[in-house]
Nanobody, 120 residues
Framework: QVQYVESGGGMVQPGGSLRLSCSAS????????MTWYRQAPGQEREIVAV????????VYHDAVKGRFIMSRDSAINTVYLQMNNLKPEDTARYYC?????????????WGKGTLVTVSS
C-alpha cells in the first residue's frame, strides 16, 4: 500500500532553514519521478520541485529557485527538500508524491504533509 510520511516542518524565522523528509512505502521512489507540493491556507496546491526518475534532474518553481534543494536517498526510500532563506510566503503545508500515470489510482493517495510556518 502506497504511503507517504512527511516530516521536518516547523516554525522558523525569515531567513532560516528547514529540511523536510518524505519517507515513502509501498513503492520504490527511484522508479518514479517524485514531486514536492505545497498548499498555503486558502490557496491551491502547487508544485514546488520535481525530480526525474533517474534523480539527475530537478525542476523548481520559480519562487524557490536558488533557495530549495530536492534530493533523494534511494537506500531508505526517502526524498528530501532542503529549504534555505525561507520567506513568509513559503508558509504552507508541504507534501511529496510520486508521479503516477494518470490512469493509476495510486495517484489519489496523499500523505498528511508537514506544516512550515515562516514568521518573525
Amino acid at each position: 500500500q502506497v504511503q507517504y510520511v512527511e516530516s521536518g516542518g516547523g516554525m522558523v524565522q525569515p531567513g532560516g532553514s528547514l529540511r523536510l523528509s518524505c519517507s515513502a512505502s509501498g513503492f520504490t521512489v527511484s522508479n518514479y519521478a517524485m514531486t514536492w507540493y505545497r498548499q498555503a491556507p486558502g490557496q491551491e496546491r502547487e508544485i514546488v520541485a520535481v525530480m526525474s526518475r533517474a534523480g539527475d534532474n530537478v525542476v523548481y518553481h520559480d519562487a524557490v529557485k536558488g533557495r530549495f534543494i530536492m534530493s533523494r536517498d534511494s537506500a531508505i526510500n526517502t526524498v528530501y527538500l532542503q529549504m534555505n532563506n525561507l520567506k513568509p510566503e513559503d508558509t504552507a503545508r508541504y507534501y511529496c508524491k510520486a508521479a503516477w500515470p494518470k490512469s493509476d489510482i495510486r495517484g489519489n493517495i496523499w500523505g498528511k504533509g508537514t506544516l512550515v510556518t515562516v514568521s518573525s
